[in-house]
Every structure is written in structure tokens, then in C-alpha cells.
């Protein structure tokens, strides 16, 4: 369990995290979310006692992660896959890890194999791409058998094979009754891969919930109504209150509606003679969900293009 109270930093006269307080609780994959800049790494950085919070705590099981002795045996971490020693060999780099926290050498063999690097062990890592170097960041994460894994944008640079190889390993992780925190801007991971989440801006906390209440947080609660009587639903539907356009292309038989519930639009077609080919309620994506709910804390925003 990864447990944050009331933590802060700040670097001169910027606060990048501002009395943040949350749980990560084991079993389940929780996502960590935010606008870029919104404390996300500096976060997760002070969680592995990597920076000094300026106050506020992060423990790793019930205390800090430089209090455990062998740390990779209880944490494991993914934060940036291009830290690492180029001139080494995949096999290099982890035997060195695993003498340092009192590891079997078969544990590097293993991870290895289980990332589907056993065949470049042996190769320089400064010749890997950038998905490889990945998969060794996840077998160095996995190495020590923790209970606790962290991961900040892990499939970045992977394929979609790998990106449906990891999706499945932070499933299975969960499974196993371990602690999975994954940072990703990907919302299309969050929603096929994340149970809760922890939503940031500004170093603030947002939410912390589940990925289908935060998502209904969004106004993008509808429903999608199709019928060949377009013009005369729309004048029922307005009159009850409704807000009506339509859905799709121009000429579409579908109205998407706001502020009546799809079985309260099923009585009023009903009582007006309208005949209806498709009621559909519509929940907001999480990604509109997110975009809405953080749009107070982005703190680099474009312009328009003119």
C-alpha cells in the first residue's frame, strides 16, 4: 500500500505539490492523472524518497521507502527507461542490481524471459529502441518479486503488441494482490487498464475514485435518440426541458439530448405518437471527463491557430 498524507514541495518560490493526500491500496491498478505539470513526477519521486518532501509523508507499507532495507524487494519502479548505462548488456545491468539487493542470478533470467528480452540479453542497451528499453525498465521493476510497483508512462514507444502485453501484466499484478500505480496521458490505457484513480492539478488533488464514477462526473451524460420524427421529438424534448441537436453529420436521423433521462424521452415519444429506431444512453468518455474536470489546472495552454 502506498499511502501520501498532506504532502508538499516546493522549489523556491514554486509550489509543485501542494498538500496532497491519497492511498493506493493493493489489488487493483490505480491510474495517476494530471495535465503536464500538474506534480505527477514530483510525486512519485518524493514516494521513492528520491526528493525530500519540504513536509508531508509517503509511505511504502507503512513507512518510507528508504527505510526498507533492499528496496527493490519491496518497491519497484519504472520512471524513466533511458536512465541506464548504455555500454552495458541487458543481462549486465540486472545481475548488478540483483547482487546489490541479495537476489538469485536466475531472477535475471527470469524477469528477462517474462518481458520477452531473453533473446538480447547480451546486447548493449544503448542499441535498444525504445519499446526494448522499456521492457527492461519493467523487468528491473519486476526483479526484486515487490509487492509494490510504480510505473511513470510505461508504454511509451511501445507497439501495440506491447502495449497489449502491458495492459495485461498491470492486470495480473493487481490480481496477485499487489500495489499497481501507473502515471499515463494516455486515457485510452486508464480506461481498458486502471480500477481507480488519482486525479491532479496543480499539485492538488482532484479525485480519487473509481474510472466509472469519475468519468460520470463529466457532463457528457446523454442520450443519443434516433427516429425519422427529428423536428417533431425536438419540439416535445424542448418543451419537457430538454436540450436537443443532432447527432452525427448534417441530414442524420439521430438527436443527441441533454436533461431528461432516456426512459422519461420513451413516455413522451410514446404519448406523441413517435416512433423511435434507437434510445441510447451515452456516458461521457474519460477523456472528456478528464479534459473537463482539469481545465482550471492546465498550466501550459496553447493558442489559437489563426
Same mark, same amino acid.
Given at each position: 500500500m502506498i499511502e501520501v498524507n498532506e504532502l508538499t514541495k516546493h522549489y523556491g518560490g514554486k509550489t509543485a505539490v501542494d498538500r496532497l493526500s491519497f492511498t493506493v491500496r493493493p489489488g487493483r491498478v490505480t491510474g495517476f492523472l494530471g495535465p503536464n505539470g500538474a506534480g505527477k513526477s514530483t510525486t512519485l519521486r518524493m514516494i521513492l524518497g528520491l526528493d525530500e518532501p519540504t513536509s508531508g509523508t509517503a509511505t511504502v507499507s507503512g513507512v518510507p521507502f528508504r527505510s526498507h532495507a533492499r528496496g527493490l524487494r519491496h518497491v519497484g519502479a519504472?520512471?524513466?527507461a533511458g536512465q541506464v548505462h548504455g555500454g552495458r548488456s541487458a543481462k549486465a545491468h540486472l545481475a548488478a542490481l540483483a547482487r546489490s539487493n541479495g537476489m538469485s542470478p536466475r531472477r535475471v533470467a527470469e524477469?528477462?524471459?517474462e518481458v520477452g528480452l531473453a533473446e538480447a540479453a547480451d546486447r548493449r542497451i544503448g542499441g535498444f529502441s525504445l519499446g526494448m528499453k522499456q521492457r527492461l525498465g519493467v523487468a528491473t521493476a519486476l526483479l526484486g518479486d515487490p509487492p +509494490?510497483?510504480?510505473f511513470d508512462e510505461p508504454v511509451n514507444g511501445m507497439d501495440p503488441e506491447g502495449v497489449l502485453w502491458m495492459r495485461r501484466l498491470f492486470r495480473r499484478l493487481a490480481a496477485e494482490g499487489r500495489t499497481v500505480f501507473l502515471s499515463s496521458h494516455l486515457m485510452s490505457e486508464?480506461?481498458?487498464t486502471a480500477d481507480e484513480l488519482v486525479v491532479i492539478g496543480r499539485g492538488r488533488l482532484i479525485a480519487a475514485e473509481s474510472v466509472r464514477d469519475f468519468a460520470a462526473r463529466g457532463t457528457g451524460l446523454g442520450v443519443v435518440v434516433g427516429t425519422r420524427q427529428a423536428a417533431e421529438l425536438t419540439a416535445v424534448l424542448t418543451a419537457a426541458g430538454a436540450? +436537443?441537436?443532432?447527432e452525427g453529420s448534417a441530414g442524420a436521423e439521430k438527436l443527441a439530448v441533454t436533461g431528461l433521462p432516456a426512459d422519461r424521452i420513451s413516455v413522451l415519444a410514446f404519448e406523441h405518437g413517435i416512433r423511435l429506431n434507437e434510445l441510447t444512453t451515452r456516458t461521457a468518455s474519460?477523456?472528456?471527463a478528464f479534459m473537463e474536470l482539469t481545465a482550471d489546472s492546465v498550466e501550459y495552454q496553447a493558442g489559437?491557430?489563426?
Open positions: 519504472l520512471l524513466d524477469v528477462l524471459h +509494490v510497483l510504480m486508464m480506461e481498458n436540450s +436537443v441537436e443532432p474519460l477523456e472528456e489559437q491557430a489563426r
